[in-house]
């Protein structure tokens, strides 16, 4: 678990400094890269990971959760996360290495 949360952490930093030149990550336009990294995010401030220091962050999310899209699709998530029988039971991949995102998602999530 700490593994994974250094880095969620060093992540984190990496946002807080391309963020720190423009209101969205690769430029001053919304693009497909703020909806992957905007839903990481999500996922990182419901488990405690994204907090007041990261600022830069913080503030990117909101402006993300501000867009309605972004609003569409959290009620889904949240809907989705109500009904019985909640998310489908994840498929089992093999890991493709150290660092494999699959093994951090699980980590991360506990699924």
Sequence with gaps: MADALGKSELCLEAVEQALSRSDYLLGPEFGAVDIMMGFSLHL??????????YPQALAYLQRL???EACGRAIS???QRRR???GYPQPR???AHGPGCWAQGW???TGL
């Design 44 to 53: 990182m401030s419901q488990v405690g990971v994204l907090d007041e220091h």
């Design 65 to 67: 959760r501000s867009r």
């Design 76 to 78: 889904a998530l949240s």
């Design 83 to 85: 009904r019985p029988g």
């Design 92 to 94: 089992t991949r093999p």
């Design 106 to 108: 699980q980590t991360l």
